[in-house]
């Protein structure tokens, strides 16, 4: 039997009373309420998808509010679900927190359709990509969602950039494979195929992975870049002793007062 009049179509009310009495009565008989959730998505995907965002800003926690989340992840609406402006950033970051919980991997597929978003086809959209990434630096794994960061260097935002190489950085092995990246990514020969001297010696291979970074990322403003830099000395791919303030190498531009000032107080 439908849960819903079937005389008229039902209102964006008509689903938000029904589908919030089988959330929160979703114990009571888990197989039927399940039926009739899936009943109410395949009806109207869009009254759905909304009435779902809203019974979600006041719970993630429960059974029925956890199967909500995970029709939105497996119906490919939990992209649009974290980005829309009916949620605060607190509450899109608990829904993908929650979402982790339902799939371990919802990680790796954000940063893809995040990365994906940058190549301009018009096959990936983000509305607020900014919101995806603060979302992102709090509930993914920096190494497993790795060639995403790589790609998203690329991406046009500088924020972005500036949070990606965090990122790269917390979830980096070791400096050797930044260094192979960055470099790779730059376009300069890999790590592996460069055996002088200089390679070898510490400040060498500093020197080299600072170069290919700027190359990479050259259009972040000053405050990213050296938020950056302090990003990788704290993860360990820099030594601490290095001290940012003569990096003069870096480039011949970072002498403003902004940087002076970010790195003077950091």
């Not at 008229?8 to 309420?33: H, M, Q, W, Y």
């Not at 609406?77 to 509450?91: N, T």
């Not at 919101?131 to 794994?141: G, S, W």
């Not at 010696?201 to 403003?221: E, I, K, Q, V």
Request: glycine letters at 6%.
């Amino acid at each position: 039997m439908s849960i819903y009049a079937a005389s008229r179509d039902p209102s964006f009310d008509d689903i938000r009373v029904a589908l919030g009495n089988l959330v929160k009565n979703f114990e009571a008989d888990a197989a039927t309420s399940r039926q009739q959730i899936r009943d109410l998505l395949d009806n109207d995907r869009e009254l759905f998808y909304a009435t779902s965002v809203e019974i979600l800003k006041s719970t993630t926690d429960s059974r029925g509010a956890q199967y909500l989340v995970a029709l939105l992840v497996s119906n490919g609406m939990l992209l649009q679900a974290l980005c829309s402006p009916e949620l605060s950033r607190e509450e899109a970051l608990l829904l993908g927190r929650s979402a982790r919980r339902v799939d371990p991997m919802v990680d790796v597929a954000l940063a893809r359709s995040l990365a994906d978003s940058a190549v301009g086809d018009g096959a990936i959209h983000v509305a607020d990509p900014a919101r995806l990434m603060d979302i992102l630096c709090e509930i993914a794994d920096p190494g497993r969602i790795m060639p995403s960061l790589m790609r998203m260097m690329r991406h046009p935002n500088p924020y972005l950039r500036s949070k990606a190489v965090k990122m790269i950085g917390r979830g980096s092995k070791s400096t050797k494979w930044v260094m192979g990246r960055l470099t790779n990514a730059s376009g300069s020969p890999s790590i592996g195929h460069r055996r002088d001297h200089a390679s070898c010696h510490p400040a060498g291979r500093t020197r080299r992975l600072l170069r290919g970074w700027l190359r990479f990322a050259g259009s972040l403003d000053d405050r990213a870049a050296v938020r950056s830099i302090l990003g990788f000395r704290l993860s360990g791919i820099l030594p601490r002793r290095l001290s940012v303030p003569r990096m003069r190498f870096l480039s011949p531009t970072s002498s403003s007062p902004a940087a002076n000032n970010t790195i003077q107080n950091t």
